[in-house]
């Protein structure tokens, strides 16, 4: 009896508001032909003393730079302030697309307050 092993590569990204507006940043672009960027575990800290909102979105390099008012996030995690998230789900999250983040300082879909340099950062482990 043998077994199986899968084996991917996996990547990791940094990100923090000293790069990340409260535009789309993008993580990694999806184009034709090529398998659904999978998310499989993520890490964020909230340094400042309020709320702040990390948005994950399904969206291209492309079509991260026109803002957020055209975009609705896949994934919404608000955190208080000095504290930190984690996620680690049973299976990947899958972006069809492309994987955009944007963190802002309200929770609304369409909204993008500002964030100071340093609020929030993190990593994103992705394949």
């Known amino acids: 009896m043998g077994m199986f092993e899968e084996t ?11 790069g990340l507006s409260s535009l789309p940043y993008a993580v990694k672009q999806v184009s034709g032909g090529i398998a659904p960027t999978k ?29 957020i008012s055209a975009q609705t996030p896949l994934m919404r995690i608000g955190i208080a302030a000095g504290e930190s998230f984690t996620y680690d789900p049973l299976s990947p999250i899958k972006f069809n697309t492309g994987l955009s ?3 802002t300082s309200t929770a609304g879909d369409d909204t993008n307050g500002a964030v100071v340099a340093g609020d929030v950062h993190g990593f994103i482990v992705y394949s």
């Open 8 to 18: 991917f590569k996996l990547d990791a990204n940094y990100i923090s508001t000293s």
């Open 39 to 67: 998310v499989y575990s993520m890490f964020f800290n909230n340094t400042s003393a309020a709320v702040r909102y990390v948005k994950l979105a399904n969206t291209s390099a492309t079509t991260a730079i026109t803002g």
């Open 101 to 103: 983040v944007y963190a």
